[in-house]
């Protein structure tokens, strides 16, 4: 069967017509502005669109301006979209989809809302948060508002942006499952309750919500691991996740579960975190993986506990041996501490101005103090950290140190006075010289068991104190240490005295002289007849008196000579 070729022609004709009486294509949306006078007295709001022509149900987003009119809770901003909808907002930028082709007209107006309002009535602002806000579909999501003031009988509409919304309700809380993936802009309206409807008074901004598609994707898992997990408070812990998956691209967002915020998405999937305050937090990681079939998919960590425990505070004391001395004479440190921690540390301040030694692990010390005077050496420990160490003090310990043979000849600095104040050295006749305070910078070191506010001038068993007669304990009135404490300097010089006198006496003292005198009397070879020999003795006038003797059996006394053969 053939067409006409003239019946072909019109139809063709028809056609083109039909297509070209309207400037509007099927399924198309065009948008223009329709200018409305603000009131007198109140400002201007421009509004603008980034396209005037859209497919049907595709979102147009409309930028308010200037935005310190439309965030000004004195105004409310009402936008008529053209298709019988409006939103009040004070947000900058609105998005709105069309469910119908037509030609459509938008405007915008501004009334005054809050005139001559109190100021806790006052339009709060609103904020919309979100968790997860990276999920796959049917994955629950769960929406919060917060308002910058309370404000009476409030009430709250959720628009998810996926075609569903809430009525209003009174909760500020609410939850919602995403069917299709995609980026949804989630909102939040708040209203009055007015003649018995509500009257919308403002709204969130959008808060944007990612969501794949769970059935494409790949089984994805992340776990997380600590070391330690076990702490004590600002003791460092290290996490480490490891996700199941051989995508190349995978960051990671770690949530330590205190007061901190959650990391920045990172391509590391280490990192470290410091605890300030003892307690159990739940800790977790988020793996974003980019996968080339389903796109971006989210998965998050089993909650990992992390148990904090507070720190005792630490006991130390310190030990001096002797504790008086004598100048440039070496005085043993020991210090002790009740803290099981390996890596405490200690600084000893032997209270003159020498200062404060450097940090070491050795709880002994040596120091020769090279002037007189009463000394308040202390020690300090502290935890070996990354950063400063936190120093807790010892309690004092009195040193007294003096001129050598000399007990009087120096002055020791008087004793702290028993409100803590600061020494001051009294002036006295001879080479006395006043303790030096502890070196400034040094941690001010504390009483036994308290905290290191207390300093070197913290009253304890060791430290002085006033008496009754007005000397402190441990010396005489006049402000000098008691003799008790000058035992071994008296001691010295009873063995000094010793040595001198045996050394005097082998000297000076008068010894007997022996001067043999021989008698020339006979003798004959032959003839048993003995020789005699006259022995004398001169002795000194001054032993003259005393005892002596005279020994004879020596074998070498008597010698003969034989000189020839007779």
């Known amino acids: 069967m053939q067409i006409p070729l003239r019946l072909l022609f019109v139809s063709l004709l028809v056609a ?18 329709r200018v409305v006078t603000s009131a007198a007295g ?44 409006l939103i009040q907002t004070h947000a900058t930028q609105v998005t709105h989809a069309y469910r119908d082709p037509g030609n459509y007209r938008y405007s915008i107006s501004v009334t005054s809302s809050d005139k001559g309002r109190p100021t806790s009535l006052r339009i709060p602002l609103v904020s919309l948060s979100a968790t997860p806000t990276a999920v796959s579909t049917n994955q629950r999501v769960k929406f919060s508002v917060q308002l910058s003031n309370n404000y009476p009988n409030i009430k709250y509409r959720f628009m998810f942006a996926d075609g569903s919304q809430t009525s209003w309700q009174d909760s500020p809380q609410t939850s919602h ?12 309206d708040i209203g009055e309750v007015t003649g018995g409807s509500v009257r919308r008074l403002g709204g969130s901004v959008r808060k944007a919500i990612e969501v794949t598609d769970a059935v494409t994707a790949p089984k994805v898992t992340v776990n997380l691991t600590a070391q330690p997990a076990k702490i004590e408070e600002r003791q460092i812990v290290s996490f480490k996740a490891r996700v199941t998956s051989n995508s190349t691209s995978v960051s990671y967002r770690f949530v330590f579960g205190d007061k901190t915020p959650a990391t920045e998405w990172q391509v590391s999937p280490q990192t470290k975190h410091r605890y300030l305050t003892a307690g159990n937090y739940s800790t977790r990681v988020d793996a974003r993986v ?20 507070g720190t005792a505070q630490p006991f130390v004391s310190l030990t001096a041996n002797p504790k008086s001395v004598v100048e440039n004479l070496p005085v043993f440190f020991r210090a002790k501490t009740d803290s099981p921690n390996p890596r405490i540390r200690y600084r000893f301040n032997f209270g003159d101005e020498s200062g404060p030694t450097a940090w070491t692990g050795k709880a002994v010390e040596t120091h020769a103090y090279s002037r007189a005077g009463n000394y308040a050496p202390y020690v300090e420990i502290g935890r070996a950290t990354n950063g400063p160490i936190n120093a807790i003090a010892s309690s004092t310990r009195q040193v007294t140190v003096t001129g050598f043979l000399s007990p009087g000849g120096a002055t020791p600095t008087p004793s702290l006075s028993p409100g803590g104040a600061t020494p001051t050295p009294s002036p006295s006749p001879g080479n006395a010289t006043p303790t030096p305070s ?12 308290s905290s290191p506010a207390a300093g070197p001038n913290s009253s304890n068993t060791s430290s002085t104190a006033s008496s009754s007669d007005g000397s402190s304990p441990g010396q005489t009135p006049d402000g000098l240490p008691p003799a008790s404490d000058y035992w071994w300097i008296y ?43 006259d022995f004398r003795l001169q002795l000194n006038p001054d032993i003259a008196a005393g005892e002596y003797g005279l020994g004879t059996n020596e074998s070498s006394f008597i010698r003969s000579e034989r000189k020839s053969d007779d």
């Open 177 to 188: 499952e995403y069917a299709s993936p995609k980026t949804y802009l989630a909102y939040v």
């Open 16 to 33: 083109l017509c039909l297509a070209t009486v309207s400037g509007q294509q099927p399924g198309a949306v065009n948008i223009r502005q």
């Open 438 to 449: 502890p070196t400034p910078g040094s941690a001010t070191p504390t009483s036994d068991r």
């Open 290 to 309: 980019m996968n080339s079939r389903s796109g971006v998919q989210i998965v998050n960590s089993s909650p990992l506990l992390i148990q904090v425990k």
């Open 491 to 533: 001691l010295l010089i009873a063995l000094a005295l010793f040595t001198g006198y045996q050394t005097w006496k082998w000297l000076t003292a008068p010894r007997p002289t022996f001067h043999p005198h021989l008698d020339l009397g006979v003798s004959a070879v032959g003839v048993e007849k003995p020789l005699s020999i």
């Open 42 to 85: 109140l400002p201007t709001v421009n509004v603008t669109v980034d396209r005037n022509r859209v497919p049907v149900n595709d979102e147009v987003t409309f930028t308010l301006s200037p935005a310190g009119v439309v965030s000004n809770q004195k105004y409310t901003i009402t936008l008529q979209f053209g298709d019988g909808k």
